[in-house]
């Protein structure tokens, strides 16, 4: 199969952390009408309206407070390269932004991270490596395929790092493999999606109960509970424990 033959619809998975996130959604400022010169409103998504509006495919965000979030891209195959590429360019356009000040000599290349079901990694990387260096040498771009599984999922992260020429024709030979195994030998059973767990909330215990900490108040944890082991302080509304095993700091 060659790149040019692909004409089918195509759903790839990255994954971002929140600033790269928060590039994506976009934000910008916006001058109110002329009644209200001088003065501005923040919009949200206004570039990852652009990037759908342009190259046609359909760009999902996760929801939820995690440190990583999954960005699905579906759509055909001209619509995927199209928001990779603007995605890619994104990412150099904030390499550049954040190396005006800085005393760095060499740039940082461009990194993207997709998400892909650990049964065709076998063919990316191909016999003895050979298919994974082929994509090497032919684009220029860095690819490495995580050795573990994503937690809880059957998928792994496959990193892509160069310029972002380079990124794109290395997405478009990987999308070339993963089609070639869907066809030729589907996988046996159903991938299970890797997603990213939110954020932990701080824990203390008190009085043999655990807490988490959520803004201004401690709301009982009912899946963590710990034995008193020693005297309580009962004059505090939470009364902490004296223990070193909780405190970590040795007995008080």
């Known amino acids: ?9 195509l759903t790839i998975r990255l994954l971002m952390h929140g600033k790269e996130v928060g590039s994506i959604i976009g934000k910008i400022n916006v001058l109110l009408s002329l009644k209200f010169k001088g003065e501005s ?53 904030d390499i550049d932004n954040s190396m005006t000040n800085s005393t760095a000599t060499s740039k940082p290349p461009v990194t993207l ?25 032919s684009t220029g771009a860095q690819v490495q395929v995580a050795g573990d599984m994503l937690p809880n999922s059957t998928e792994r992260a496959v990193t892509i790092s ?10 478009k030979q990987i999308c070339v493999v993963m089609l070639e195994v869907e066809y030729k030998s589907p996988p046996k059973g159903a991938t299970i999606p890797y997603r990213p767990k939110p954020a932990s909330a701080p824990v203390i215990f008190a009085g043999g109960q655990a807490y988490t900490i959520q803004g201004q108040y401690a709301i009982p944890h009912p899946d963590v509970w710990m034995p008193i082991t ?20 040795g007995p008080l």
């Open 113 to 137: 991270r997709l998400v892909v079901p650990a049964s065709q990694c076998g063919s990316l990387i191909g016999k003895g490596g050979s298919k994974i260096k082929e994509i090497r040498e």
């Open 41 to 93: 409103s923040t919009k949200k998504g206004e570039t990852v309206k652009k990037m759908r509006e342009e190259s046609g495919a359909r760009i999902n965000i996760s929801e939820g407070n995690c440190p990583e979030r999954i960005v699905t891209i579906t759509g055909p195959t001209d619509a995927i390269f199209k928001a990779f590429a603007m995605i890619a360019f994104k990412f150099e356009e």
């Open 162 to 171: 160069g310029m972002p020429d380079a990124i794109i024709q290395c997405v």
């Open 1 to 9: 199969m060659t790149e040019s033959g692909l004409n089918v619809t």
């Open 230 to 249: 020693q005297p309580v302080l009962m004059n505090s509304p939470f009364p902490m424990m004296l223990t070193s095993e909780v405190s970590g700091m």
